[in-house]
Protein backbone atom coordinates (compact mmCIF):
# COMPACT_ATOMS: atom_id res chain seq x y z
CA UNK A 1 0.00 0.00 0.00
CA UNK A 2 1.34 3.31 -1.17
CA UNK A 3 1.94 6.14 1.89
CA UNK A 4 -0.38 8.52 0.44
CA UNK A 5 -3.21 5.81 0.52
CA UNK A 6 -2.62 4.56 4.02
CA UNK A 7 -2.80 8.11 5.22
CA UNK A 8 -6.10 9.21 3.27
CA UNK A 9 -7.79 5.83 4.86
CA UNK A 10 -6.26 7.09 8.07
CA UNK A 11 -7.21 10.39 7.67
CA UNK A 12 -4.12 12.05 7.84
CA UNK A 13 -1.84 14.37 6.45
CA UNK A 14 1.61 13.31 4.53
CA UNK A 15 4.68 14.12 4.03
CA UNK A 16 7.22 13.04 1.19
CA UNK A 17 6.74 10.40 -0.96
CA UNK A 18 3.52 9.88 -1.50
CA UNK A 19 4.25 7.25 -3.74
CA UNK A 20 6.07 5.06 -1.22
CA UNK A 21 4.90 0.87 -0.84
CA UNK A 22 4.79 0.16 2.54
CA UNK A 23 4.32 -3.72 2.76
CA UNK A 24 4.90 -4.37 6.61
CA UNK A 25 4.81 -2.76 10.10
CA UNK A 26 7.95 -2.98 12.25
CA UNK A 27 9.71 -1.60 15.83
CA UNK A 28 11.63 1.60 15.21
CA UNK A 29 15.28 -0.14 15.48
CA UNK A 30 14.18 -3.10 13.51
CA UNK A 31 12.18 -1.16 10.50
CA UNK A 32 13.36 -1.59 7.15
CA UNK A 33 12.71 0.66 3.98
CA UNK A 34 9.43 -1.10 2.93
CA UNK A 35 7.88 -0.85 6.87
CA UNK A 36 6.02 1.85 8.71
CA UNK A 37 7.12 2.46 12.28
CA UNK A 38 5.80 5.48 14.68
CA UNK A 39 7.55 8.26 17.17
CA UNK A 40 6.52 9.27 20.56
CA UNK A 41 8.15 12.40 21.70
CA UNK A 42 9.73 10.26 23.66
CA UNK A 43 11.40 8.77 20.92
CA UNK A 44 11.79 11.35 18.37
CA UNK A 45 16.02 11.54 18.64
CA UNK A 46 15.74 8.29 17.36
CA UNK A 47 14.26 9.49 14.11
CA UNK A 48 17.34 9.62 12.56
CA UNK A 49 18.78 6.17 13.66
CA UNK A 50 15.64 4.43 12.25
CA UNK A 51 15.73 3.22 8.44
CA UNK A 52 11.82 2.80 8.48
CA UNK A 53 10.18 3.97 5.05
CA UNK A 54 7.47 5.82 6.80
CA UNK A 55 7.28 7.13 9.95
CA UNK A 56 3.80 7.87 11.97
CA UNK A 57 4.83 11.21 14.15
CA UNK A 58 3.69 13.73 16.43
CA UNK A 59 1.46 16.62 14.53
CA UNK A 60 4.24 19.09 15.86
CA UNK A 61 7.13 16.61 14.87
CA UNK A 62 9.94 18.78 13.22
CA UNK A 63 10.99 16.55 10.06
CA UNK A 64 14.37 18.24 9.60
CA UNK A 65 15.39 15.55 7.27
CA UNK A 66 12.32 15.55 5.20
CA UNK A 67 11.42 12.12 6.16
CA UNK A 68 8.02 10.48 4.69
CA UNK A 69 6.06 10.85 7.48
CA UNK A 70 2.50 10.36 8.45
CA UNK A 71 0.99 12.74 11.14
CA UNK A 72 -1.29 12.00 13.52
CA UNK A 73 -2.62 13.35 17.46
CA UNK A 74 -1.76 10.03 18.79
CA UNK A 75 1.11 7.81 17.08
CA UNK A 76 1.22 4.86 19.10
CA UNK A 77 -2.57 4.72 18.73
CA UNK A 78 -2.44 5.36 15.17
CA UNK A 79 0.11 2.72 14.67
CA UNK A 80 -2.51 0.21 15.99
CA UNK A 81 -4.76 1.45 13.20
CA UNK A 82 -2.63 1.03 10.73
CA UNK A 83 -1.65 -2.33 11.79
CA UNK A 84 -5.39 -3.31 11.04
CA UNK A 85 -4.96 -1.69 7.88
CA UNK A 86 -1.76 -3.50 6.74
CA UNK A 87 -2.55 -7.07 7.94
CA UNK A 88 -6.35 -7.50 7.62
CA UNK A 89 -7.83 -10.45 9.15
CA UNK A 90 -8.83 -13.17 7.61
CA UNK A 91 -12.20 -14.73 6.91
CA UNK A 92 -13.09 -16.21 10.12
CA UNK A 93 -14.07 -19.82 9.67
CA UNK A 94 -17.88 -21.19 9.75
CA UNK A 95 -19.55 -24.30 10.57
CA UNK A 96 -20.00 -27.14 13.09
CA UNK A 97 -17.14 -29.75 13.34
CA UNK A 98 -18.57 -33.14 13.36
CA UNK A 99 -16.89 -34.20 16.26
CA UNK A 100 -18.70 -31.51 18.63
CA UNK A 101 -21.32 -32.21 20.55
CA UNK A 102 -24.39 -29.83 21.24
CA UNK A 103 -26.57 -30.26 23.77
CA UNK A 104 -30.73 -30.13 23.79
CA UNK A 105 -32.32 -26.65 23.53
CA UNK A 106 -29.76 -24.84 22.12
CA UNK A 107 -29.83 -21.52 19.94
CA UNK A 108 -27.18 -21.38 17.83
CA UNK A 109 -26.82 -19.15 15.49
CA UNK A 110 -26.25 -19.84 11.49
CA UNK A 111 -23.11 -18.45 10.85
CA UNK A 112 -20.88 -19.52 13.71
CA UNK A 113 -18.04 -21.92 14.22
CA UNK A 114 -17.32 -24.75 16.31
CA UNK A 115 -14.39 -26.49 16.21
CA UNK A 116 -13.17 -29.71 17.06
CA UNK A 117 -14.16 -31.48 19.85
CA UNK A 118 -15.97 -28.54 21.70
CA UNK A 119 -18.68 -29.74 24.27
CA UNK A 120 -21.78 -27.03 24.40
CA UNK A 121 -24.59 -28.04 27.60
CA UNK A 122 -28.42 -27.97 27.23
CA UNK A 123 -29.89 -24.49 26.92
CA UNK A 124 -26.75 -22.77 25.64
CA UNK A 125 -27.33 -19.25 23.39
CA UNK A 126 -24.89 -18.68 21.01
CA UNK A 127 -24.69 -16.07 18.89
CA UNK A 128 -24.29 -14.57 15.37
CA UNK A 129 -20.53 -14.46 13.84
CA UNK A 130 -19.21 -16.14 17.28
CA UNK A 131 -15.91 -18.41 16.78
CA UNK A 132 -15.81 -20.87 20.22
CA UNK A 133 -12.83 -23.17 19.19
CA UNK A 134 -11.20 -26.66 19.49
CA UNK A 135 -11.24 -28.06 22.72
CA UNK A 136 -13.39 -25.56 24.52
CA UNK A 137 -16.45 -26.29 26.57
CA UNK A 138 -19.73 -24.46 27.24
CA UNK A 139 -21.74 -25.07 30.17
CA UNK A 140 -25.50 -25.35 30.23
CA UNK A 141 -27.42 -22.29 30.34
CA UNK A 142 -24.50 -20.24 28.82
CA UNK A 143 -24.95 -16.59 26.75
CA UNK A 144 -22.29 -15.59 24.07
CA UNK A 145 -22.90 -12.36 22.61
CA UNK A 146 -22.59 -12.08 18.99
CA UNK A 147 -18.94 -11.80 17.46
CA UNK A 148 -17.07 -13.14 20.41
CA UNK A 149 -14.03 -15.48 20.02
CA UNK A 150 -13.57 -18.02 22.41
CA UNK A 151 -10.09 -19.69 21.94
CA UNK A 152 -9.11 -23.46 22.50
CA UNK A 153 -9.60 -25.37 25.55
CA UNK A 154 -11.31 -22.33 27.46
CA UNK A 155 -14.07 -23.31 29.85
CA UNK A 156 -17.49 -21.38 30.79
CA UNK A 157 -19.27 -22.81 33.62
CA UNK A 158 -23.13 -22.19 33.50
CA UNK A 159 -24.79 -20.07 34.36
CA UNK A 160 -22.94 -17.06 32.62
CA UNK A 161 -23.65 -14.16 30.18
CA UNK A 162 -20.60 -13.38 27.88
CA UNK A 163 -21.15 -9.93 25.61
CA UNK A 164 -20.35 -9.31 22.01
CA UNK A 165 -17.16 -9.44 20.34
CA UNK A 166 -15.88 -10.47 23.90
CA UNK A 167 -12.13 -12.60 23.37
CA UNK A 168 -11.82 -15.11 26.12
CA UNK A 169 -7.94 -16.16 25.29
CA UNK A 170 -6.89 -20.14 25.40
CA UNK A 171 -7.08 -21.95 29.06
CA UNK A 172 -9.13 -19.47 31.25
CA UNK A 173 -12.05 -20.05 32.98
CA UNK A 174 -15.01 -18.34 33.07
CA UNK A 175 -17.54 -19.36 36.20
CA UNK A 176 -15.55 -22.00 38.32
CA UNK A 177 -16.31 -21.80 42.35
CA UNK A 178 -15.18 -19.23 44.08
CA UNK A 179 -12.65 -19.76 46.79
CA UNK A 180 -15.77 -19.83 49.44
CA UNK A 181 -15.77 -22.50 52.77
CA UNK A 182 -17.17 -22.00 56.40
CA UNK A 183 -15.18 -23.73 59.48
CA UNK A 184 -17.64 -26.02 61.25
CA UNK A 185 -16.79 -28.82 63.86
CA UNK A 186 -13.09 -28.38 63.49
CA UNK A 187 -12.94 -28.41 59.58
CA UNK A 188 -14.02 -26.39 56.64
CA UNK A 189 -17.09 -26.80 54.81
CA UNK A 190 -17.95 -25.34 51.31
CA UNK A 191 -20.20 -22.88 51.18
CA UNK A 192 -22.07 -23.85 47.96
CA UNK A 193 -21.20 -20.99 45.09
CA UNK A 194 -24.63 -20.53 43.24
CA UNK A 195 -24.03 -17.05 41.70
CA UNK A 196 -23.31 -16.36 38.26
CA UNK A 197 -20.44 -14.28 36.45
CA UNK A 198 -21.50 -11.49 33.45
CA UNK A 199 -18.97 -9.90 31.20
CA UNK A 200 -19.40 -6.55 29.13
CA UNK A 201 -19.06 -6.25 25.34
CA UNK A 202 -15.60 -6.16 24.25
CA UNK A 203 -13.68 -7.43 27.11
CA UNK A 204 -10.57 -9.45 26.60
CA UNK A 205 -9.00 -11.93 28.69
CA UNK A 206 -6.03 -13.17 28.51
CA UNK A 207 -4.97 -17.09 28.63
CA UNK A 208 -5.35 -19.00 31.58
CA UNK A 209 -7.01 -16.42 33.64
CA UNK A 210 -9.96 -17.44 35.86
CA UNK A 211 -13.48 -15.18 36.90
CA UNK A 212 -15.08 -17.20 39.76
CA UNK A 213 -18.74 -17.17 39.78
CA UNK A 214 -20.54 -15.29 42.88
CA UNK A 215 -21.10 -17.32 45.92
CA UNK A 216 -24.78 -15.64 45.76
CA UNK A 217 -25.34 -12.56 43.35
CA UNK A 218 -22.83 -12.01 40.45
CA UNK A 219 -19.57 -11.50 39.75
CA UNK A 220 -19.09 -8.65 36.83
CA UNK A 221 -16.45 -7.01 34.82
CA UNK A 222 -17.67 -4.01 32.76
CA UNK A 223 -17.73 -3.43 29.01
CA UNK A 224 -14.12 -2.74 27.46
CA UNK A 225 -12.17 -3.89 30.40
CA UNK A 226 -8.94 -6.01 29.47
CA UNK A 227 -7.64 -8.64 31.56
CA UNK A 228 -4.01 -10.21 30.82
CA UNK A 229 -3.28 -13.42 31.12
CA UNK A 230 -2.42 -15.60 34.57
CA UNK A 231 -5.58 -12.78 36.27
CA UNK A 232 -7.63 -14.35 38.94
CA UNK A 233 -10.98 -12.76 39.83
CA UNK A 234 -12.46 -14.12 42.99
CA UNK A 235 -16.38 -14.90 43.83
CA UNK A 236 -18.81 -11.82 44.13
CA UNK A 237 -16.14 -9.25 42.46
CA UNK A 238 -17.24 -6.43 40.38
CA UNK A 239 -14.56 -4.72 37.84
CA UNK A 240 -15.99 -1.64 36.30
CA UNK A 241 -15.75 -0.84 32.07
CA UNK A 242 -12.70 0.01 30.70
CA UNK A 243 -10.66 -1.40 33.31
CA UNK A 244 -6.83 -2.36 32.71
CA UNK A 245 -5.23 -5.34 34.61
CA UNK A 246 -1.95 -6.53 34.06
CA UNK A 247 -0.38 -10.22 34.36
CA UNK A 248 -0.15 -11.92 37.66
CA UNK A 249 -2.22 -9.96 39.75
CA UNK A 250 -5.36 -11.29 42.04
CA UNK A 251 -8.43 -9.85 43.17
CA UNK A 252 -9.88 -11.20 45.93
CA UNK A 253 -13.76 -11.92 47.13
CA UNK A 254 -15.77 -9.00 46.97
CA UNK A 255 -13.59 -6.37 45.56
CA UNK A 256 -14.71 -3.63 43.77
CA UNK A 257 -12.89 -1.57 40.79
CA UNK A 258 -14.18 1.13 39.43
CA UNK A 259 -14.28 2.83 35.59
CA UNK A 260 -10.95 3.05 33.93
CA UNK A 261 -8.77 2.19 36.67
CA UNK A 262 -5.35 0.94 35.87
CA UNK A 263 -3.85 -2.42 37.99
CA UNK A 264 -0.03 -3.25 37.24
CA UNK A 265 1.29 -6.69 37.39
CA UNK A 266 1.56 -8.94 39.93
CA UNK A 267 -0.77 -7.11 42.43
CA UNK A 268 -2.79 -8.40 44.91
CA UNK A 269 -6.45 -6.88 46.12
CA UNK A 270 -7.38 -7.91 50.02
CA UNK A 271 -11.57 -9.44 50.33
CA UNK A 272 -13.95 -6.02 49.79
CA UNK A 273 -11.17 -3.40 48.60
CA UNK A 274 -12.08 -0.73 46.73
CA UNK A 275 -10.49 0.80 44.27
CA UNK A 276 -12.22 4.21 42.82
CA UNK A 277 -12.44 4.98 39.02
CA UNK A 278 -9.32 6.40 37.52
CA UNK A 279 -7.13 5.10 39.99
CA UNK A 280 -3.89 3.73 39.74
CA UNK A 281 -2.22 1.00 41.47
CA UNK A 282 1.69 0.23 40.36
CA UNK A 283 3.11 -2.93 39.79
CA UNK A 284 3.42 -5.26 42.92
CA UNK A 285 1.17 -3.23 45.14
CA UNK A 286 -0.50 -4.48 48.11
CA UNK A 287 -3.63 -3.30 48.77
CA UNK A 288 -5.18 -4.46 52.24
CA UNK A 289 -8.53 -5.92 52.63
CA UNK A 290 -11.19 -3.20 53.02
CA UNK A 291 -8.60 -0.60 51.75
CA UNK A 292 -10.29 2.35 49.83
CA UNK A 293 -8.42 3.75 47.08
CA UNK A 294 -9.63 6.83 45.93
CA UNK A 295 -10.72 8.06 42.47
CA UNK A 296 -7.43 9.19 40.66
CA UNK A 297 -5.29 8.17 43.07
CA UNK A 298 -1.81 6.92 42.15
CA UNK A 299 -0.89 4.13 44.94
CA UNK A 300 2.64 1.91 44.94
CA UNK A 301 3.95 -0.62 47.29
CA UNK A 302 2.95 -2.83 50.05
CA UNK A 303 0.72 -2.22 51.61
CA UNK A 304 -0.15 0.18 49.05
CA UNK A 305 -0.06 3.84 49.93
CA UNK A 306 -0.16 7.44 47.41
CA UNK A 307 3.31 7.27 45.06
CA UNK A 308 4.98 10.74 47.01
CA UNK A 309 5.09 9.01 50.08
CA UNK A 310 6.15 5.44 48.43
CA UNK A 311 8.56 7.81 47.09
CA UNK A 312 9.84 9.53 49.99
CA UNK A 313 9.92 6.28 51.93
CA UNK A 314 12.54 4.90 49.63
CA UNK A 315 14.68 7.90 49.22
CA UNK A 316 14.97 7.51 53.10
CA UNK A 317 15.86 3.83 53.09
CA UNK A 318 18.42 5.05 50.73
CA UNK A 319 20.42 7.57 52.79
CA UNK A 320 20.13 5.52 55.79
CA UNK A 321 21.81 2.72 54.12
CA UNK A 322 24.14 4.87 52.78
CA UNK A 323 24.87 6.40 56.76
CA UNK A 324 25.19 2.72 58.11
CA UNK A 325 27.80 1.99 55.18
CA UNK A 326 29.80 5.10 56.22
CA UNK A 327 31.98 7.51 54.55
CA UNK A 328 33.52 4.76 52.07
CA UNK A 329 30.07 4.30 50.63
CA UNK A 330 30.10 7.79 48.99
Known amino acids: MRVRELAGRMEASWEGDGEREISGA ?11 SF ?42 RAIAILYPAGARPRGVHPSAVIGEDCEIAEDVYIGPLVAIGRGARIGAGVAIHAGA ?6 EIGEGSVVYANVTIYGPARIGREVILHSGCVIGADGFGFVRSGGEYRKFPQIGRVEIGDRVEIGANSCVDRAALGV ?3 GEGTKLDNLVHVAHNCKIGRHVVVAAQTGFSGGVEVGDY ?15 EAGAVVGSGSGVLTS ?22 QLAALARLARKERGPEAE
Open 39 to 80: LTRRMLKQAGQSRAGCLLVPADFPNPGGRTVIRVRDPREAMA
Open 26 to 36: AALEEARENDL
Open 261 to 275: AVIGGQGGVGDKAKI
Open 137 to 142: SIGEGV
Open 291 to 312: KIVRAGEVMWGTPARPLREYLR
Open 219 to 221: TSI
